[in-house]
Every structure is written in structure tokens, then in C-alpha cells.
């Protein structure tokens, strides 16, 4: 079965700083990887997927993330903070050759700093 | 851009009772989810949905819960004799294909059991 861990169900950073969410997975064939953002009351938004080609994506809101088959890893990260990116991220997989059923991780709250 | 509507915004009901939560999904989509988030846990999958039938379905998923697609645009989610631990965030999502899509979600329905 598949698994996903984020580590650090809270992160804190300082507006302009790097954001970086971890963001690992556990299969034996590299699985269709995703993350979400959750604004508070709201539903989950897409911000970026990886499928296939070239392993750094881009998405939305300027984060990126890039996949490691090495690491089984899928992190996400965004240059320079801004005090709208606070929200809780979900880092996702959906297995390779199976359904389209989506595994989710713990979520990762962001908190961003003046 | 086309979004995956639900309804209601929060229901509450008392213990069991039976609720139905509704969702409308893209309209040129043609697999469907719901999932759930109990408060303080993971986004969980309950069941995929898929040319009028079921394609998968979780173990949380049992013969207390039931999906329906009665017409072209509604899907549906029962839950007959409700239980307090069946309080949660109710995510609806549809993707256009199944192999890697992403999936869109809706704001979710708050249920609320007394």
C-alpha cells in the first residue's frame, strides 16, 4: 500500500524567505504525485503535478517542486514567501496503472511572518 | 474556470438519521470521489465512482454509504443511520480521466452529528 509522510505539521516563515515542504512517499513504482493548498474553509486547489518528463514542475502561485526517485521524495518549495501563501498544503499520490485514488499526507500548515 | 460545487455548506443532523450530501461535478468530467477529513486528521478516500458504478471503494466505505448519480449532473452521497464519528468535512472531486489526472475538489459539506 502506499504511504505519504510530511514532515513538519507546522511550518513558520518570515515574509521574502524560502518556503520548503517535505513531502516523501512509499511505493515500489514511482507514483503520480501532487500537491494541494487549503485555504481555510475552503476545498483543496491544485497547485502542481507530477505525471511524467521532466522531474522539476512548476504550478501555481510560483512553487515549484521537484521529484527525486533517488530520495522518494516530492518537496515543495517557493523562492520568497508572502503573507497570502498561509494555508495548509497536501502532498498527494495516486498509484501508477491502478485507480486514480488519491493518498494523502498529514498536511503540512504554513504560517508566514512579518 | 469550471469548479465542482457542493451542497449543502454544513449539515447538522442527529445520530441516526439519514443525510444526503450533493455534489455537481465539471461537467465534461466523467470520474467521481468523495472523500472525507475528520477534524485534526488526513484527507481520506471513500469511493470512486465511474460510469455508473463504483470502481473503488475504501474500507471506511461500508453499507452505511451509498453514491448515486441520478441524473446528468448530480452525484450523490448517502449515509443512512449516521453516527457521531461520522462528523466531518465531506469532499466531493471529479477528474476528466483516470489514469494520473488530477482530481477537482469542491468547498466540501460540513457534517455535523448530534
Known amino acids: 500500500a502506499q504511504s505519504v509522510t510530511q514532515l513538519g505539521s507546522h511550518v513558520s516563515v518570515s515574509e521574502g524567505a524560502l518556503v520548503l515542504l517535505r513531502c516523501n512517499y512509499s511505493s515500489s513504482v514511482p507514483p503520480y504525485l501532487f500537491w494541494y493548498v487549503q485555504y481555510p474553509n475552503q476545498g483543496l486547489q491544485l497547485l502542481l503535478k507530477y505525471t511524467t518528463g521532466a522531474t522539476l514542475v512548476k504550478g501555481i502561485n510560483g512553487f515549484e517542486a521537484e521529484f527525486k526517485k533517488s530520495e522518494t521524495s516530492f518537496h515543495l518549495t517557493k523562492p520568497s514567501a508572502h503573507m497570502s501563501d498561509a494555508a495548509e498544503y497536501f502532498c498527494?499520490?495516486?498509484?501508477?496503472?491502478?485507480?486514480?485514488?488519491?493518498?494523502f499526507g498529514t498536511g503540512t500548515q504554513l504560517k508566514v511572518e512579518l | 474556470e469550471p469548479e465542482v460545487t457542493q451542497t449543502p455548506s454544513h449539515q447538522v443532523t442527529q445520530m441516526g438519521q439519514e443525510v444526503i450530501l450533493r455534489c455537481v461535478p465539471i461537467?465534461?468530467?466523467?470520474?467521481f470521489y468523495w472523500y472525507r477529513q475528520i477534524l485534526g486528521q488526513k484527507v481520506e478516500f471513500l469511493v470512486s465512482?465511474?460510469?455508473?458504478?463504483?470502481?473503488?471503494k475504501s474500507e471506511i466505505f461500508d453499507d452505511q454509504f451509498s453514491v448515486e448519480r441520478p441524473d446528468g449532473s448530480n452525484f450523490t452521497l448517502k449515509i443512512r443511520s449516521t453516527k457521531l464519528e461520522d462528523s466531518a468535512m465531506y469532499f466531493c472531486a471529479s477528474s476528466r480521466d483516470r489514469e494520473g489526472q488530477p482530481q477537482h475538489f469542491g468547498d466540501g459539506t460540513r457534517l455535523s452529528i448530534l
Open positions: 465512482f465511474y460510469n455508473n458504478e463504483i470502481s473503488e
Open positions: 498527494a499520490v495516486s498509484e501508477r496503472g491502478g485507480g486514480n485514488k488519491l493518498t
Open positions: 461537467s465534461n468530467h466523467l470520474y
